[in-house]
């Protein structure tokens, strides 16, 4: 199954722009992932999928167009133009992989993303 | 609009079973291609997969705890429960219920539970 990987952390100036990456581990170029937002104590809120041709599908409900997704060779990433403090919060990718009794869903370590 | 919500007791001790309902609105567990799972949250901690119920009944476990899980769903009820045998205090989380939608999405999630495990 695959492995995502994600730094533990990221920071950015109100204004700005921040790319975080998520890593799937090797022989998974070809997987989607999935992006969510995490603000501090809340629940989890579906951002993009993507794939190596960039988004998959529509935003999640509400995300603005400030976020956008890229996806290259193992690397999927989440790019937040023009950030608001609004965006300060954790930042997880996740797929799911297998079928039947191999099915899983596996996510990354998550990045926590301030707003400087 | 799509609602889900976390019940079930905040508090259990070692050994025992924890049952968990995810009482959702906005959709039917009944239109293929729909999904609920089960993810948490330790303290400070990535997200684990636990468990997805398809609409047709079939049923997925994360591997590593597929021994202690048991997933139901009551569609008349919009209810989905879970149940983890045998709680340890690192099962201590924060428990989320979440809609998969038809193209595999988990795109909705509750506001999660917390669950301490102590004695």
């Known amino acids: 199954q695959p492995v995502l990987t994600q730094p533990p952390s990221a920071s950015a100036s109100l204004g700005a722009s921040v790319t975080l990456t998520c890593t799937l581990s090797?022989?998974?170029?070809?997987?989607?992932v999935d992006w969510y937002q995490q603000r501090p104590g809340k629940g989890p809120r579906f951002v993009m999928r993507?794939?190596?041709?960039?988004?998959?599908?529509s935003k999640g409900d509400g995300i603005p167009d400030r976020f956008s997704v890229l996806g290259s060779g193992l690397n999927r990433y989440l790019t937040i133009k023009n950030i608001q403090e609004e965006d300060e919060s954790d930042y997880h990718c996740?797929?799911?992989?297998?079928?039947?009794?191999?099915?899983?869903?596996?996510f990354g370590g998550g990045t926590k993303l301030t707003v400087l | 609009q799509i609602t889900l919500k976390e019940s079930g007791p905040t508090l259990v001790k070692p050994t025992q079973t924890l049952t968990l309902t995810c009482t959702f609105s906005?959709?039917?567990?009944?239109?293929?291609?729909?999904?609920v799972g089960w993810i948490r949250q330790p303290p400070g901690k990535a997200l684990e997969w636990l468990a997805l119920?398809?609409?047709?009944?079939?049923?997925r476990y994360s591997p590593s705890l597929k021994s202690r899980l048991t997933i139901t769903k009551d569609t008349s009820k919009n209810q989905v429960v879970l149940t983890m045998t045998n709680m340890d205090p690192v099962d201590t989380a924060t428990y989320y219920c979440?809609?998969?939608?038809?193209?595999?999405?988990?795109?909705?999630w509750g506001q999660g539970t917390l669950v301490t495990v102590s004695s």
């Open positions: 993507v794939g190596t041709g960039g988004i998959v599908g």
């Open positions: 906005g959709f039917s567990l009944s239109t293929s291609g729909v999904g």
């Open positions: 979440a809609h998969r939608n038809s193209s595999g999405i988990l795109c909705y």
């Open positions: 090797s022989g998974y170029s070809n997987y989607k």
């Open positions: 996740g797929a799911d992989h297998g079928s039947g009794s191999n099915f899983v869903w596996v």
């Open positions: 119920i398809y609409w047709d009944d079939d049923k």
